[in-house]
Every structure is written in C-alpha cells, then in structure tokens.
C-alpha cells in the first residue's frame, strides 16, 4: 500500500467504523442511542449557548446545574422523539412520504401541535427543577410566544429538508445535528435571554437578577427540540 493510501485509509477509517457502530446500536436498541444522542446535543448546545453569551465577560462560571437539567430533558425527548417520528411517518401519507403535500403536513403537525406541547412541558419542567412550580403560569405568559418564534425560525426549513431530501434512515442523524442548535436556544430559553417584555419592564420584575448580573438582565426562553 502506498503511503497516500494508508494516510487516506487512516483518516477515513474511525469515523466509518464509528458510523457502523451507531447503525448496530439503533438497530439493536433504537430508544436508548436515541436518547443518547440526544443527551449529547443537550451538552453541545448548552455549552455553545453559555460560551456564547458569556463571550464579553472576563470572568464567568460554567453553570453545571443548566447543562444537566437541559440533558435530562432531552434524555425523555429522544425516546418521545422515537415513538412521535414513527407515527408522524406511518399516518401521514405513506404510500407519497416525500411529497410536497405530505412534507407540508407534517411541518404543520410537528410545528403547530407537538412543538407547542413540548415547549409547554419544558417550561412546566423548568420552573419545578427551579424549585418555583407557582410561577409556571406567569413563566408561559411572558416566554412561550417569543420562544416558539425564536423555534419557528429553526425548524421549519430544517424539517423542509428532513421530511423532503433526508433519506428515513438518516432522519435520525440529521436531526439530531439540529438539535443541537435546537438545545441552544432551548438553554438561552433557560438561561433567560428571550423575553415578550421590554428590558426596563424585566428590571422591575427582576430585579434581584440585576443585582446578581451587574446591571445585565437575562431572560428565559425554549424550543421545542427535536429528538429522533
């Protein structure tokens, strides 16, 4: 073998065998890798959204306690996400999956009915691991709209592309990429930077958070994430 060819088979045969190795798990236990996947797009996106809004402060902790919240969430949400896509593609035209009718169907449904549900949920999840069920209905009130906009942004041309051009076998692999910028707004959502209320209005009602921030408020937001 020459050396250009051992140098080529070198660098392209780890990531083959670790393509082989996630084919075998999600064949053999298909809710269990999903919802390992799922966990580590919670961790990749939460920590891209702390790095991220931190990136001004000199000094900042990383908040631990976020990320594994958000990895639980999306733990449940894989195996959720497993049963939901095997519905999604069994009842809604399957004899015509990737047709422009049946593309534009399930956008719909995913988007208009489950995200909203989901995101219900997470803020519900949220506010009790926070320890403050009471305020979940204020919590809906000020942050669910921006947030499911902030989704809408995000999943409607990623699932253009998902329920039209990607193949079902890798469905699960691609949305799962996604979600990773899904969890990256659901962990804004919960670090607070989306708000429906002007910045002075959010000072009043917090400001506690002012104090603790140095004069810089966050808000709290999610998206629904999109396991498979």
């Known amino acids: 073998m020459n050396p250009a060819?051992?140098?080529?088979?070198?660098?392209?045969?780890?990531?083959?065998?670790?393509?082989?190795?996630?084919?075998?798990?999600?064949?053999?236990?298909?809710?269990?890798?999903?919802?390992?996947?799922?966990?580590?797009?919670a961790i990749l996106g939460d920590a891209l959204a702390q790095h991220i809004s931190n990136r001004d402060k000199p000094h900042w902790e990383y908040d631990w306690g976020r990320t594994a919240r958000l990895a639980i969430f999306n733990s449940a949400m894989g195996v959720v996400g497993h049963e939901y896509y095997r519905v999604l593609d069994g009842r809604v035209m399957p004899h015509a999956?990737?047709?422009?009718?049946?593309?534009?169907?399930?956008?719909?449904?995913?988007?208009?009915?489950?995200?909203?549900?989901?995101?219900?949920?997470f803020y519900a999840y949220k506010v009790a691991t926070e320890g403050r069920p009471s305020d979940y209905v204020s919590e809906?009130?000020?942050?669910?709209?921006?947030t499911m906009l902030a989704g809408y942004k995000l999943w409607i041309p990623a699932h253009v592309v998902n329920f039209a051009l990607v193949p079902n076998r890798q469905r699960i692999l691609y949305a799962n990429v996604v979600s990773i910028f899904g969890t990256y707004i659901l962990s804004r959502?919960?670090?607070?930077?989306?708000?429906?209320?002007?910045?002075?209005?959010?000072?009043?009602?917090?400001?506690?958070?002012?104090?603790?921030?140095?004069g810089e408020v966050v808000g709290f937001e999610t998206v629904m994430l999109k396991e498979d």
């Open 5 to 41: 060819a051992a140098i080529s088979r070198a660098l392209v045969h780890p990531p083959v065998q670790a393509w082989r190795s996630y084919l075998g798990h999600l064949e053999r236990n298909p809710r269990a890798t999903k919802s390992t996947t799922s966990v580590v797009a």
């Open 97 to 121: 999956a990737k047709s422009p009718r049946a593309v534009a169907t399930k956008i719909c449904i995913d988007q208009f009915l489950f995200a909203p549900v989901c995101t219900a949920i």
């Open 140 to 146: 809906v009130q000020e942050k669910f709209v921006p």
């Open 189 to 214: 959502a919960q670090a607070g930077d989306y708000t429906s209320k002007p910045a002075a209005e959010t000072q009043q009602v917090h400001p506690q958070v002012v104090r603790r921030r140095g």
